[in-house]
T-cell receptor, first 112, second 113 residues
Framework: AQKVTQAQTEISVVEKEDVTLDCVYE???????LFWYKQPPSGELVFLIR??????QNEISGRYSWNFQKSTSSFNFTITASQVVDSAVYFC?????????FGPGTRLSVLP | DVKVTQSSRYLVKRTGEKVFLECVQD?????MFWYRQDPGLGLRLIYF???????EKGDIPEGYSVSREKKERFSLILESASTNQTSMYLC????????????FGDGTRLSIL
């Protein structure tokens, strides 16, 4: 069965600090996709990034970077030089075939 | 860009009422989903649909039903609303391609009094 674990329920950092959000997943499929979403206080879930199971290249987009390690079944998300606008709940998700599984989310608070 | 539109951002209803939450997507997606989100419980899947007139129960279908008469529209129905159905409801859609993420609507914050 598929499972996504985000062990950090809540994280608080001070602005300009770097922060890493952890995501660990379980699946028996060899082909799957991983996603990160951001849910700001307004409520909508915004898709951030996708990674497939065959591509372990890390990705950087501005202050955001993602580290996918198949050996440890992890897909961690790092925000560099955090800003108050990064405050949100972040969800990691797994898709294999037509099944979607979301992690419980990590609430990030960035304090000024 | 994919647009998923939920009919209401905020809704207040009374116990026992029949409540309809509507969701429309504009990308011809095959798959549509209804979730509820409660503090500390993450996203819980209520129902999903792979095609018109098809529906599958998710993890918490009790007290809910759904309707998908047209591909672009997926309705969630609370047959007899109860206070424990006060929650944030999120609709999502995606194509059948495994690589595609779900795209979400803005959510409906439903209060049952």
């Amino acid at each position: 069965a598929q499972k996504v674990t985000q062990a950090q329920t809540e994280i608080s950092v001070v602005e300009k600090e770097d922060v890493t959000l952890d995501c660990v997943y379980e699946t028996r499929d060899t082909t799957y996709y991983l996603f990160w979403y951001k849910q700001p206080p307004s409520g909508e879930l915004v898709f951030l990034i996708r990674r497939n199971s065959f591509d372990e290249q890390n990705e950087i987009s501005g202050r955001y970077s993602w580290n996918f390690q198949k050996s440890t079944s992890s897909f961690n998300f790092t925000i560099t030089a955090s800003q108050v606008v990064d405050s949100a709940v972040y969800f990691c998700a797994l898709r294999d075939g037509q099944n979607f599984v979301f992690g419980p989310g990590t609430r990030l608070s960035v304090l000024p | 860009d994919v647009k998923v539109t939920q009919s209401s951002r905020y809704l207040v209803k009374r116990t026992g009422e029949k409540v309809f939450l509507e969701c429309v997507q504009d990308m011809d997606h095959e798959n549509m989903f209804w979730y509820r989100q409660d503090p500390g419980l993450g996203l819980r899947l209520i129902y999903f649909s792979y095609d018109v007139k098809m529906k599958e129960k998710g993890d918490i279908p009790e007290g809910y039903s759904v309707s998908r008469e047209k591909k672009e529209r997926f309705s969630l129905i609370l047959e007899s609303a109860s206070t424990n159905q006060t929650s944030m409801y999120l609709c999502a859609s995606t194509s059948g391609e495994t690589r595609q993420p779900q795209h979400f609507g803005d959510g409906t914050r439903l209060s049952i009094l």
